[in-house]
Every structure is written in structure tokens, then in C-alpha cells.
């Protein structure tokens, strides 16, 4: 049963025992005696309370922070530390050499000195230090706030990059600053200067290829790199290092390139473009046979090894690969050769241009002009020796568009006549090759510009017939014309031939033909050429002892939205020896700024001087047979007493003059080998060459029976001595 609530009453403590623990100072009279002794021992008491509690505290703070350090920081620690003491430096790889078809090296790698600094160990204001570093002159300080703020910023930065001599290091080690550092590195070396610049291109400080063959390449050439582990001190000098891991040197690159042509090319152009006061030109010369690029000049150019290669990209642009243009009349072969193929022309058809204009009613007004007005009409051959534009347009005037489209297509135009290249990588250990493939030889490689057939208007078809409408670079014009050298067969430009690693040499694949036109085409089109250089545009092309073949062009410029009177491209393209080709070269010289500014009167003479001496260098005979001194006689006869007054030139049977059906071999002795290798070519032989000159032994012997396919030798020797015939000839 509930209470009523009432007023809480306080319950008293119990009486403490006597003799306890604080019976004194229970006691009333001790409480008033000793008041000083209790206030004096309760400030003890709360004294050290604070005091336990202060270091209960402090080690749970440490303990706390040792925790810290030793779990949560500790891997970050370890590696500032590591930093601090230990510092990993990644090692360059070596790169590949580049060398010329000979062996000759282009391009090649040393060790070059780098100076860095470590801001994060330097142990001065940052101005202070930058002005004491940069009392050396290093490249670097060329620009000292750059330097400051990268110091204050704390970043890691190197000074000068592999081309700080020996004296520039031993006068910044004298000045013994913290956080300096330096190490070697390979420095790229072009013994040449600016040969081959802008096919070679150039490579950065971080060791990779910018531009040229060292960039499209620099998969391969590069190499791979290594690591070291450096040890430096409290000064933050390396006192000790460890290889991480190794670094792989590149492969080295054997081009096409003969480097004596490529410098025979350049001092001509360069020459040919002070001479005209031009603003530049190209010089390419193939092998005629196999596609590849012996020579490839460019003015004008710049220097490999200079520290800042030259501002203006006008001169580090490859123009031979990058450049498109109109090409003017060395195109008109082009037309000529749809026209031949498709049999709706003849050589000796003729066509009017006596007016020396042409215009039609659907042109809109345009109308194209011959450079040199002739009276009455030209055959076909006339017209491409002569150059005449009139005449030109009327044969394009057979085909459609979509033929002539064709045609170019097949000549390489308005595509990339460079192809995918690939090879292997020897493996290391167990693991197999490996396969690197590179897109195109020629980076940044112009496509051209080729209209469809469908953009098409009746002027364009005439335009087209003489270079007009259509912008190709140097290199597939090149390539187009060295088709009609190889018989119709287009062979895309090569640049790379080889590879090389330890010791082992990889020969690259060819690389793909497509034919262009049949043989009797080209042969009619190699025909015409001839003409040219004998007595047409070309004359100034011819070489006496060789067969030339040839078409020069002169390109007005498209300046200002119209075609320019006094800018002009003038060009000269041909193969030498006609009937036999080695070499096709292409010469074109940019606005030449003198009055006769045509492909004749520029290019052409600089075409002769370049295959002069490329024909004399290779041992290329002459293939307009000089007065023979070499004489065969029968087994037991006695040898023929030398003339002193001239012998008349031996009368040589023609091609045509031998028994088709029953195939005997000619006998060949005394004649020029190039002359006898297209004889046995023309009979269907394959054809094998021992020496040069003339032919002093033959086998199958003459008057052998041969069927097409049989295998053919001929010997040949420049010097004069008695040839024994194996046969008695009347």
C-alpha cells in the first residue's frame, strides 16, 4: 500500500570505526591543529593526478604517432627515404646505326655528356643557385626564370641534354652544388651534316625519332631501355650504382641510298637552284629495275648536327614526298599512253595545230595555247617531242574521262606509291621472332590529288591532257615514268633493303609491281622519249655514247586563285640507257628566276651532268657502239695486223633478221653486252652477265640450237684482245 509522499529526508553517514585509515583527521582537534598539513597534502594528491594524467596522455600520443610512422606512413616513408638515398635512373638503349647501300654510315650514336639538378635536394634560394650553376655556360640557362621557377616548383630538371663537353663538366663539378647530377647518354651523329636530311629526319633528347627514316622506324632502331640504381650521399652525390637492368641496342638500317649519287644530286641541284636564283627543287634517281631510291635531294635543306635545327619548315619539308603540283607536260605521257593502249590512236596519225590554240564551244570561254606555234599537223610522236598542247588535247579527246582516270590510276597517281614494309626481330632465348611492320617508308607521304571521273567537265578532259587538273608529288612522278622504263611495270619506290644485328643481315622483301601498260606500249612510249632527247624539248638531256630517254615539263604555278605568267615549275624526267635502264631521274626546279625558265632549258642540262657521272661511277658502257678494235679469227689463222686508219663499225644482224622458228644462237661476239642482253632478251632467253664492255665468249656457242626460256651467258671485257670463235664463218 502506497505512502503518502512526504518531505525527503537526508540519511546521515554512518560513524566511521575508530582507528581508521583517516581517524586523525576526523578528529575535530586535529582538523583545527593541522589545517595547513591537510591543504598542503590534498595539493600533493591533485599534483599528481595532473601529473599521471599528463603522462598518460604524452604516451598515448606517442604510441599514436609511432603507429603512424610505423603502419599508416610507413610505405610512403620508405620510399622518400629509398628517394633520399637510393634513385632509379632509366638508361637510354643505344640506337641503330644507318648506313648507305655500301655500308657507308649516315647516321650513328656516341655518348654524350647531361648535367641535371634534383630541386628537391638543392640547399639554396633558388636565384642564388641558378646564378652560380649558369656562370658555366650551359644551353639551359639560356632561359634562367624558365630554370628558377622549375627550381622552386621542386621538379626534377635537366639543364643541358648529352652535348655538355668535358671542360663544361669539370667547371660545374668545381662548383660542388647540392643536387647536381650527371650521367651519359647516347647523342645522335650525323657524320654527313645535311646529307640525306630530310630522308634521314632527326631524333629528340628523349632519344626517339622525329621525322624521316628515324621515325618511321624507331620501333626497331630505338632499341630498348634499362634501368640503373644510383646511391648518393647526404650532398646528393652518386657515390655507387647497380644495373637494374640492361639496355638493348637498335637495329641498324641498311637504305638504298648510294651515298656518292646522293651528294653527285644535291651540289647539282643546289647549283642548278643558285644558278636560276629558284626557290627550291627536288632531284630523285631510282634503280630503274628494282624501285629503289639511290638519291633523294631537296634545296633547300638543313643541317643534321646543328643544336636548333632551322626555324623554318620550308627548309625541313621533304618536298620530294610532301609537295604536290600540277606537273605540266611530263604528264601528257600519261594520256599518250590510255590512247596508244586502247588502239584509237596511231604513232604516225596526224592532228592539225597550226592554229596554235585550241578552244571548244561547252569550255566556257577557256582556251590553251601552245608555248611555240608550228605550221600544219604532228603525228603522235611530234606532238610529245615538240610538247605541243594543242595537239595533246586533241588525242585525250578519244578517250572518256573515266579511261583516262584509269590510266593514271595505274601509273600510280592519287594514291601513296610507298607500301606497308615489314621483317622480323630475332627472339631472345625460347621466344621466336618477332614481326615489325611500318605503314609507309615515306611519312607524311602526299596522296596527290586525282578528281573522279564524275567531277568531270569537257575542259577538265583537256586540262588533264597536259598536266592540268591533277597535283602529284615528285616521287610517284618519278615512279610513273620508271614504269615505261621497266616495260610497263609499275615497281612502288623502296628506301630500306636491309637489317642488321649482330652480325646477321635480313634482306627486305621487294616491294609489290602492278602493270601499268604491255610491253609494246611502253616500248612505243621508251620510242617516243628518244625522239624527245634527240631532237625535241630534251636535246639539252642527251649524253653522247648513251640512249636517253626523256620528257621535260613546264608547270605554271596557281598563285591568287589564277595561273601565274611568270612562276613556272620547270622539270626534266628520263632513263638512261633507254633500251637497258639503270637509272631514272627526275630533276625539277622550283621557279627559276631567269627568263628561259622551261624544263629544257633549267632541268635538263642538270639531268645530263647528274647521269654522267652516275653512269661513269657504275661502269655503265656505252650503248651507241663506239669503233670496234676487237677482232675474231679461226682456229690456226693468224691474227689480223691492227689498221692504223679507222675500222668502219661492224654491221650487227638485227633482232629481226634471225629464223624466229628454227632459234639459233646469234653470234654475238665483239658486241656491245647491253646490246647482246637485249638481243637474247628479245629471243626469250634469261640472260646471265659475267664483267662488262664487249662480249668476248658466249655460251650456247653461235649457231646453237635454243628454245625461249633457255638460260644465256655472255662474258664481256673493256679490254682490246684477240677473240678465238669457236665456229669457222665465212
Given at each position: 500500500m502506497a505512502t503518502p509522499s512526504g518531505p525527503k529526508k537526508r540519511r546521515r553517514r554512518a560513524p566511521r570505526e575508530p582507528g581508521g585509515l583517516f581517524a586523525y583527521f576526523d578528529a575535530p582537534e586535529a582538523r583545527l591543529?593541522?589545517?595547513?598539513?591537510?591543504?598542503?597534502?590534498?595539493t600533493i594528491r591533485r599534483r599528481i593526478i595532473v601529473v599521471v594524467a599528463f603522462l598518460t596522455l604524452w604516451a598515448v600520443g606517442i604510441e599514436t604517432r609511432l603507429v603512424n610512422l610505423q603502419v599508416w606512413q610507413h610505405d610512403f616513408l620508405k620510399g622518400r627515404a629509398d628517394y633520399q638515398r637510393d634513385r632509379m635512373r632509366d638508361v637510354l638503349g643505344r640506337r641503330g646505326d644507318i648506313l648507305d647501300r655500301n655500308g657507308e654510315i649516315l647516321a650513328t650514336s656516341s655518348q654524350g655528356h647531361t648535367v641535371y639538378v634534383a630541386a628537391s635536394e638543392i640547399d639554396k634560394p633558388p636565384e642564388e643557385f641558378a646564378k652560380e650553376l649558369c656562370a658555366v655556360e650551359l644551353s639551359g640557362c639560356d632561359n634562367i626564370s624558365h630554370l628558377i621557377e622549375r627550381l622552386r616548383k621542386g621538379v626534377f630538371t635537366y639543364v643541358e641534354r648529352k652535348t655538355v663537353s668535358e671542360e663544361e663538366v669539370a667547371a660545374v663539378r668545381a662548383l660542388e652544388l647540392r643536387g647536381v647530377g650527371f650521367e651519359r647518354e647516347p647523342l645522335r651523329q650525323y657524320p654527313n651534316d645535311q646529307l640525306l636530311a630530310h630522308v634521314l629526319g632527326w631524333v629528340g633528347t628523349d632519344n626517339i625519332g622525329i621525322e624521316g627514316v628515324e621515325a618511321t622506324y624507331d620501333g626497331i632502331v630505338r632499341g630498348r631501355d634499362g634501368q640503373t640504381l644510383d646511391m648518393v650521399d647526404v650532398r646528393g652525390r652518386v657515390f655507387n650504382w647497380q644495373l637494374e637492368r640492361p639496355s638493348m641496342p637498335g637495329i641498324t638500317l641498311e637504305l638504298t641510298i648510294d651515298k656518292h649519287l646522293q651528294y653527285i644530286a644535291e651540289r647539282e641541284l643546289r647549283a642548278a637552284v643558285n644558278e636560276h636564283k629558284a626557290e627550291g627543287g627536288t632531284v630523285i634517281i631510282l634503280e630503274s629495275s628494282t624501285g629503289d631510291v639511290l638519291a633523294l635531294a631537296n634545296e633547300p635543306t638543313f643541317d643534321l648536327n646543328k643544336k636548333k635545327l632551322a626555324p623554318e619548315k620550308d627548309h625541313r619539308r621533304n618536298r620530294a614526298t610532301q609537295d604536290i603540283y600540277e606537273p605540266g607536260s611530263i604528264f601528257k605521257l600519261v594520256p599518250i599512253a590510255a590512247a596508244l593502249e586502247q588502239e584509237v590512236v596511231q604513232l604516225d596519225d596526224q592532228f592539225d595545230v597550226s592554229t596554235g590554240s585550241i578552244s571548244r564551244?561547252?569550255?566556257?570561254?577557256?582556251?590553251?595555247?601552245?608555248?611555240?606555234?608550228?605550221?600544219g599537223s604532228l603525228s603522235v610522236v611530234d606532238i610529245v617531242v615538240k610538247s605541243s598542247n594543242v595537239g595533246a588535247v586533241?588525242?585525250?579527246?578519244?578517250?572518256?574521262?573515266?579511261?583516262?582516270?584509269?590510266?593514271?590510276?595505274?601509273?600510280?597517281f592519287g594514291q601513296r606509291v610507298s607500301t606497308e614494309t615489314s621483317g622480323f626481330i630475332p627472339g631472345e632465348g625460347?621466344?621466336?621472332?618477332?614481326?615489325?611492320?611500318?605503314?609507309?617508308?615515306?611519312?607524311?607521304?602526299?596522296?596527290?590529288?586525282?578528281?573522279?571521273?564524275k567531277d568531270w567537265k569537257p575542259v577538265n578532259i583537256a586540262s588533264f591532257s597536259i598536266g592540268y587538273y591533277l597535283s602529284a608529288t615528285p616521287l610517284q612522278l618519278v615512279t610513273a615514268v620508271n614504269a615505261i622504263a621497266n616495260g610497263g611495270v609499275l615497281v612502288r619506290p623502296r628506301l630500306v633493303r636491309a637489317t642488321r644485328q649482330n652480325g646477321d643481315r635480313v634482306e627486305l622483301l621487294p616491294h609489290s609491281t602492278q602493270r601499268a601498260v604491255t610491253p609494246t606500249t611502253a616500248l612505243m612510249l621508251t620510242n617516243i622519249m628518244e625522239e624527245v632527247v634527240k631532237r625535241g624539248t630534251g636535246r639539252n638531256a642527251a649524253i653522247p655514247g648513251y640512249t636517253v630517254a626523256g620528257k621535260t615539263g613546264t608547270a605554271r604555278k596557281y598563285i591568287g586563285g589564277a595561273y601565274s605568267a611568270t612562276e613556272h615549275r620547270a622539270s626534266f624526267i628520263g632513263f638512261v640507257p633507254s633500251r637497258d635502264p639503270v637509272f631514272t631521274i627526275l630533276v625539277l626546279v622550283d621557279s627559276p628566276g631567269v627568263a628561259t625558265d622551261t624544263g629544257g632549258a633549267v632541268a635538263a642540262p642538270v639531268f645530263r651532268r647528274i647521269t654522267e657521272i652516275a653512269l661513269r661511277d657504275s661502269s655503265v658502257s656505252p650503248t651507241t657502239e663506239p669503233i670496234s678494235?676487237?677482232?675474231?679469227?679461226?682456229?690456226?689463222?693468224?691474227?689480223?695486223?691492227?689498221?692504223?686508219?679507222?675500222?668502219?663499225?661492224?654491221?650487227?644482224?638485227?633482232?629481226?633478221?634471225?629464223?624466229?622458228?628454227?632459234?639459233?644462237?646469234?653470234?654475238?661476239?665483239?658486241?656491245?653486252?647491253?646490246?647482246?642482253t637485249r638481243t637474247l632478251t628479245q629471243l626469250g632467253l634469261f640472260v646471265k652477265v659475267q664483267g662488262d664492255g664487249v662480249v668476248v665468249a658466249q655460251w650456247p656457242s653461235a649457231g646453237s640450237a635454243i628454245e625461249r626460256g633457255d638460260e644465256g651467258v655472255l662474258q664481256g671485257t673493256r679490254q682490246m684482245r684477240a677473240v678465238e670463235s669457236s665456229e669457222s664463218h665465212p
Open positions: 591543529a593541522d589545517a595547513p598539513a591537510v591543504q598542503w597534502r590534498q564551244d561547252n569550255w566556257g570561254g577557256h582556251k590553251i595555247d601552245d608555248y611555240t606555234r608550228y605550221d586533241q588525242i585525250a579527246e578519244h578517250l572518256r574521262p573515266d579511261t583516262l582516270y584509269e590510266y593514271a590510276k595505274r601509273f600510280g625460347d621466344d621466336g621472332p618477332e614481326k615489325w611492320t611500318v605503314p609507309t617508308e615515306f611519312p607524311g607521304e602526299s596522296v596527290g590529288l586525282l578528281h573522279p571521273p678494235r676487237i677482232f675474231a679469227k679461226r682456229r690456226g689463222d693468224s691474227l689480223p695486223v691492227v689498221p692504223t686508219t679507222p675500222l668502219p663499225a661492224p654491221a650487227y644482224a638485227s633482232v629481226a633478221a634471225v629464223d624466229s622458228e628454227s632459234l639459233r644462237m646469234p653470234d654475238l661476239s665483239g658486241m656491245g653486252l647491253r646490246r647482246a
